[in-house]
């Protein structure tokens, strides 16, 4: 089973608007990481959130962290068309920690 | 300039031929992994290798072998007991387990018909 699921599976926003996806999990986790993948592309790293932390920015980004709910959420503020892609959310797990599951991800359309 | 390279970018051969899939990573990462990723999905793992000379199976093994005879180098072979080899494959590396913050490759596009 998996252990990251995304929410929405796509999400189509005006540029300039924020744009929000969830991610849930199952197991205990020690980090929760956000990746972006372009079209056709491999996957780009973008943030790491410790399971002892709640919150954490990264210029555009702002991502949350709620263990108690087993959830994980991504804002991406003020969007670009650039912005464009599928966003994957990976968790490693307190029992198998020498990998990570990656989620089936967002697709995120930003129309100019 | 560091980073991971797979050749080639597109790769088609006939049912019943094993292909291998290069994966190259100047980074000096200890871990490197093999996803698989088929349309509108998410990476399932294939094998990973935490170290030279050790791998281990991902959670689609099956129809596929790997190597790791030298840190920079983990290629991937898709046998002809791959039931349905054509997908998008992802190499990825990372400085040690747990595969935090990890490296990806462009990709591989195999089609077999």
């Known amino acids: 089973s998996q252990q990251g699921e995304e929410d929405p599976q796509a999400l189509s926003i005006q540029e300039g608007e924020n744009a929000t996806m969830n991610c849930s999990y199952k197991?205990?986790?020690?980090?929760l990481q956000w990746y972006r993948q372009n079209s056709g592309r491999g996957l780009v790293h973008l943030i790491l959130i410790r399971s002892n932390e709640r919150e954490k920015h990264s210029g555009r980004l702002r991502v949350t962290l709620d263990t108690s709910k087993k959830s994980s959420s991504l804002l991406i503020t003020a969007s670009r068309a650039a912005d464009t892609a599928s966003y994957f959310c990976a968790t490693d797990s307190k029992t198998s920690y020498d990998k990570v599951i990656f989620g089936p991800g967002t697709s995120l359309s930003v129309i100019p | 300039d560091g980073g991971i390279t797979q050749s080639p970018k597109y790769l088609f051969r006939k049912e019943g031929q094993n292909v291998t899939l290069s994966c190259e990573q100047n980074l000096n990462h200890d871990a490197m992994y093999w996803y698989r990723q088929d349309p509108g999905q998410g990476l399932r793992l294939i094998y990973y290798s935490q170290i030279v000379n050790d791998f281990q199976k991902g959670d689609i093994a099956e129809g596929y072998s790997v190597s790791r005879e030298k840190k920079e180098s983990f290629p991937l072979t898709v046998t002809s007991a791959q039931k349905n080899p054509t997908a998008f494959y992802l190499c990825a590396s990372s400085i040690s387990p747990p595969g935090v913050g990890q490296y990806f490759g462009p990709g591989t596009r195999l089609t077999v018909t």
């Open positions: 197991t205990s986790i020690n980090n």
